[in-house]
């Protein structure tokens, strides 16, 4: 794996992970870890193409990449159906 992924992994898996522990959503993880790396890898070929430096760490966008992995596990919970009690 070259190392600009790592970090960017790392963003895709911890984002998601981070909004459950702290709201209780998004219940299905997998999908908010799925939707989120596929964001992230659009958010890095956006920076790459626009040529954006802000929030980069080596050659990794982890601004943008954060921003993608929080709407994308932000859209997967409201995607959610909602329980009834």
Excluded: T, Y
């Amino acid at each position: 794996m070259p190392p600009a992924l790592i970090p960017l992994a790392l963003v895709a898996l911890g984002v998601p992970a981070a909004m459950r522990a702290a709201m209780g959503r998004p219940r299905s993880l997998g999908a908010a870890w799925l939707l989120a790396a596929a964001a992230v890898a659009l958010a890095q070929a956006a920076g790459e193409i626009s040529g954006s430096r802000l929030g980069v760490l080596g050659d990794a966008q982890l601004l943008l990449a954060a921003i993608a992995a929080l709407v994308a596990a932000f859209a997967v919970s409201v995607a959610e159906p909602r329980h009834r009690d």
